[in-house]
């Protein structure tokens, strides 16, 4: 399988709440790459059934484009979660994102029931307690579950912590979870910044993460987007840049040698790999439509 197809650009995960039709609307305008449709934390109890009802009207009646569509659940524990699987399991989207997974047989639950409705949706899982974060291997590595998305607001709650705005209390959580992700080939993407309206506190954070090792950021507004775009992206000189790398690498293969040079840089094959999925990345989002 090519690079090209392993990519997919998941810089930006905008949660919207099913609750608000406008916003609904309003997202088939917003570029982010992937849009959350919120049924559980941004939707009142007395709301839920509303909600469900017109994130199911939007997708039948609007056009989102290239964005890929995720339906974040409620529990199964809850009196609203099994409906909401029932609801989208053959729905137009790409996953089924569920909150508070803690353990397989939860896990296995979710496949159930999608399996009983003729659906393979790929579950996507949040990490929000201690208890996913310590034992995030030994259920994060179902077929089933192919993104984990942190849930940092509920992990600060259920530590007694503080939001801090270098969040250095949450690294070894945040770290940890990476270095799992990367074990399993997972995608997993940072929690969402609470002070939306505070761009510079914002890019600070998209950067940690990024440098972190993240491949993307959920969002709570759409002044958000822009940034953990950039962010999290490549810029035209990363793609220049990598692709000056693989012309190097190709000239150096072709003559026989393991390893090139490049501007006075060591070329070796780790760098022709990363070059690769950048030249990928940057692909993906030129064929977008």
């Known amino acids: 399988m090519s690079a090209e197809k392993l990519v997919v650009p998941r810089r930006s995960l905008l949660y919207m709440p099913g609750a608000n039709a406008r916003a609904l609307e309003k997202a088939q305008a917003i570029d982010c790459d992937t849009i959350i449709f919120d049924l559980e934390d941004a939707v009142a109890s007395a709301a839920k059934t509303q909600a469900r009802e017109q994130v199911e009207t939007a997708l039948a009646q609007h056009q989102y484009g290239y964005r890929e569509l995720v339906v974040r659940c409620n529990a199964l524990e809850t009196e609203w979660g099994l409906e909401d699987l029932r609801t989208f399991a053959t729905a137009p989207v790409s996953a089924l994102l569920f909150p508070k997974i803690e353990n397989a047989a939860q896990i296995q639950r979710i496949k159930r029931e999608l399996a009983l409705l003729g659906s393979s949706l790929p579950v996507w899982i949040m990490i929000e307690t201690p208890t996913a974060v310590l034992n995030l291997q030994q259920f994060a590595d179902d077929a089933a579950v192919t993104c984990l998305v942190m849930g940092t607001s509920d992990l600060v709650k259920e530590l007694r912590a503080q939001h801090l705005p270098s969040r250095s209390n949450l690294d070894y959580a945040l770290q940890h979870c990476v270095m799992v992700a990367r074990h399993l080939r997972k995608d997993i993407f940072d929690g969402v910044h609470l002070d939306f309206r505070n761009l510079h506190s914002l890019r600070a954070a998209c950067e940690a993460g990024c440098a972190m ?40 293969a072709a003559k026989g040698s393991g390893v090139a040079e490049l501007n006075g840089q060591l070329i070796e094959n780790l760098h022709a790999e ?11 989002l030129a064929l977008r439509t």
Do not use: C, M
């Not at 035209?236 to 190097?248: I, K, N, P």
């Not at 690769?276 to 692909?283: E, G, I, P, Q």
């Open 274 to 284: 990363e070059a690769r999925r950048v030249v990928a990345y940057a692909r993906a």
């Open 213 to 252: 090792g993240f491949d993307g950021k959920t969002l709570i507004h759409p002044d958000q987007v822009p940034i953990a775009n950039e962010v999290f992206g490549y810029g035209d000189s990363d793609v220049d840049h990598a692709q000056a790398v693989l012309e190097a690498w190709h000239d150096a």
